[in-house]
C-alpha cells in the first residue's frame, strides 16, 4: 500500500515524464551527472550492488542529490515505462520538488 505522500512524489515524476525532464538508464544517468546534467537521480531499491556502488559514487563526488526509493518496477510505472533502475532528473524546479516531497 501506498502513502499519501508516496503518490504524490510518484505522480510527480510522471508529469517530469510528459514535461521531457526525465532521462533513464545507468549509463545516460552517469553520463549526465558528470556533465552536471541532472539535478537528482533516483536509484530503485532492488538496483544491483554494482548499480548502487556505481551511481552512489559518481553522485557524491558530483554532488547531485541521490535517493534510493520504491521498486524499479514502481519507477518505470511512474513515467510510464517498463522496469527502470535509474531515472535522473534534468529540471531543477522538478527536482527541488521531489526531494522535499520524498524527505517528507
Known amino acids: 500500500m501506498m502513502g ?3 503518490e504524490r512524489w510518484l505522480s510527480l515524476l510522471g508529469l517530469a515524464a510528459r514535461a521531457r525532464k526525465i532521462i533513464s538508464g545507468e549509463e545516460l544517468v552517469i553520463k549526465e551527472v558528470r556533465r552536471k546534467g541532472v ?3 533516483l536509484l530503485s ?6 548499480t548502487v556502488k556505481k551511481v552512489t559514487d559518481k553522485c557524491s563526488f558530483y554532488s547531485v542529490p541521490l535517493y534510493i526509493v520504491g521498486t524499479r518496477d514502481k519507477l518505470g510505472g511512474a513515467i510510464g515505462k517498463g522496469e527502470r533502475v535509474v531515472l ?3 529540471d531543477f524546479g ?7 516531497l520524498i524527505d517528507q
Open 4 to 6: 499519501a505522500n508516496e
Open 39 to 41: 539535478q537528482l537521480v
Open 45 to 50: 531499491e532492488d538496483a544491483s550492488p554494482q
Open 88 to 90: 535522473g532528473v534534468t
Open 94 to 100: 522538478f527536482a527541488k520538488k521531489l526531494g522535499t
